[in-house]
């Protein structure tokens, strides 16, 4: 497997969800705005989306979409998502609230021609979306029992959260971030990114 990435993009989920995996597997950075990849080639051509992350698989085709790719990652290596079917509706839950609801909301902080007020309602909507992550993490260490496809998502979140927005975490989130982030996995995929 290879997988597309920019450093500190969401595709760092996606890395994350790889090495904890402990499935064999290589990158390649994707510049974004040239859409070339490190090894000269035109990544519109691998993903004609254009955007990261893409991931080449080993029986061939390309994969793109971060649920997708997550739960392919979580499917092969059998420790990345529950087995029993309820907990993985949950996950898959959860998923799709960190994309629709927490990854498309920083959308502004991305777009060079946004302006402050685009930014300022978006950072006000993400706080109120972050504080229903809090509200289900009480009495919990992971988004579920334990870590999960989910987790390496919205590890990368509450990384632009604190990054890129500059937004207040509670104290249930920082804690849970400095968790996650303590894992050998993580800080392996930050180091790998450049972003540790
Ligand atoms: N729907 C896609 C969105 C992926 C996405 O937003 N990728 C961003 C980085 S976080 C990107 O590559 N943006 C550059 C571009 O669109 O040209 C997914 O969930 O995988």
Redesign the pocket.
């Known amino acids: 497997m290879k997988l597309y990435y920019?450093p500190g993009?969401?595709?760092l989920a996606d890395h994350i969800a790889l090495i904890e995996s402990g499935l064999p597997f290589e990158t390649e950075k994707?510049d974004?705005?040239a859409?070339t990849t490190e090894s000269g080639a035109d990544y519109a051509a691998i993903n004609p989306?254009?955007?990261?992350?893409a991931l080449a698989l080993d029986e061939g085709g390309v994969l793109?979409?971060?649920?997708?790719?997550l739960s392919y990652i979580a499917d092969r290596s059998g420790n990345l998502m529950p087995i029993d079917d309820r907990a993985r509706f949950r996950v898959l839950e959860a998923l799709a609230y960190i994309?629709t609801e927490l990854?498309?909301g920083f959308k502004p902080f991305?777009m060079p021609d946004a302006d402050d007020d685009a930014k300022s309602a978006a950072k006000e909507q993400l706080a109120k979306r972050f504080a229903l992550i809090d509200q289900n993490l009480e009495g919990r260490d992971h988004v579920l029992g334990s870590f999960s496809i989910a987790d390496c998502y919205l590890f990368v979140m509450l990384f632009w959260a604190k990054t890129k927005v500059g937004l207040d975490l509670s104290p249930r989130l920082s804690a849970y971030f400095d968790r996650v982030s303590a894992r050998p996995g993580v800080r392996a995929a930050l180091a790998s990114e450049g972003l540790d």
């Open positions: 920019s993009a969401c595709s994707v974004l705005k859409k989306k254009g955007y990261v992350p793109t979409e971060n649920i997708a790719i994309s990854h498309k991305f």
